[in-house]
């Protein structure tokens, strides 16, 4: 690829990374203030809010009306596959201490798409992809050592709800994977975007929590919601039509140094050396997985375009 378009994928790689660390930044700040339900109801209308007028700005609201029903039905599975992901994923941002964690653990769903691909893609592991998952996994497990810390207390906190949160995003990827020809990514940004503001709408009258909040955690929640839900799905799609989809993940597995970087800037926050040093495990192996991955397509590629002696 000539250099021009290639420089363009790793900025437009560079933008998802950055404004996907504002996530963890704003999502925290505003948890800091609100409840997960109020957090939810406005985060998401917000996002409702930026995509709906991006699609009207391009030819995207075409493809609203010639959805099918077959197509309905794969929406309607996802969005119910994000409520658990994205659901748990904000709950461990909640209940973290610093948001750098779950950055960190995020790198899980590199092994539970790996694994997914095996069980039922048919895939077969490389080295490389071996070393990756043995590689993060350890980096996992020192991120969310504590010595004190009850096997009940793992499942409700940070790390607990990050493996059931990358499980599920797993899930997700897989099933969008087998339906991206057929469903444009506006439109699943939108079905996203709406399942958890309707479902955090539903919750926010079912407990009783009053639409009132702070306007400091309403300003981080529209820019963060502007930033993350938006800004990062525009630069993530917008990456993959000049870069290889395992460039774009690599620099993209990044996405916990900056938030790094975030948290000590907005809150003073660092972790603990040794879960720096097994976040960076867990990125390193991550980073392997994809690389993993990408060298064994290219194997089977060439094997099945080998001439035959006769």
């Known amino acids: 690829m000539p250099p021009k378009p290639l420089l363009k994928g790793y900025a437009f790689a560079l933008l998802a990374t950055v404004a996907g ?43 609203f009306h010639s959805i099918s029903m077959n197509t309905l039905k794969v929406l309607i599975l996802i969005g119910f596959i994000e409520l658990i992901a994205t659901g748990t994923f904000y709950a461990a941002i909640s209940v973290s201490k610093n948001p750098a964690i779950p950055s960190f653990l995020r790198n899980m769903e590199y092994i539970f798409v790996t ?70 990514p506006t439109i699943l940004a939108i079905n996203r975007a709406i399942f958890l503001f309707l479902f955090a709408a539903i919750m ?41 989809a395992s460039r774009s993940v690599i620099i993209q597995s990044t996405t916990a140094l900056f938030v790094l970087l975030g948290a000590y800037l907005y809150f003073g926050q660092f972790p603990m050396a ?4 097994g976040g960076i495990l867990a990125i390193i192996g991550a980073m ?23």
């Open 21 to 63: 660390s504002t996530v963890y930044i704003f999502s925290k700040a505003a948890l800091n203030e609100v409840s997960l339900p109020q957090f939810g109801f406005y985060w998401f209308s917000m996002a409702i809010l930026w995509n709906v007028l991006f699609t009207m700005r391009s030819a995207e609201h075409r493809h």
């Open 115 to 184: 694994l997914m691909g095996v069980f039922i893609l048919r895939e077969r592991f490389s080295l490389m992809e071996v070393i990756g998952i043995i590689l993060t996994i350890s980096g996992v497990l020192v991120i969310s050592y504590n010595k004190n810390a009850s096997f009940q207390s793992y499942f409700t906190g940070s790390a607990g709800l990050m493996m059931i949160s990358t499980i599920f995003y797993a899930a997700r990827t897989i099933t969008v994977k087998n339906h991206i020809k057929s469903i444009s």
């Open 204 to 244: 926010l009258k079912a407990l009783g929590f009053s639409l009132a909040i702070p306007t400091k955690a309403l300003i981080n929640i529209i820019i963060g919601s502007f930033l993350g839900p938006f800004l990062t799905s525009y630069g993530q799609y917008s990456a993959l039509k000049y870069l290889e």
């Open 274 to 277: 040794y879960q720096v040093a």
């Open 288 to 310: 392997l997985l994809v690389a993993g991955k990408k060298i064994n397509f290219r194997n089977k590629h060439n094997t099945r375009h080998q001439p035959k002696l006769s």
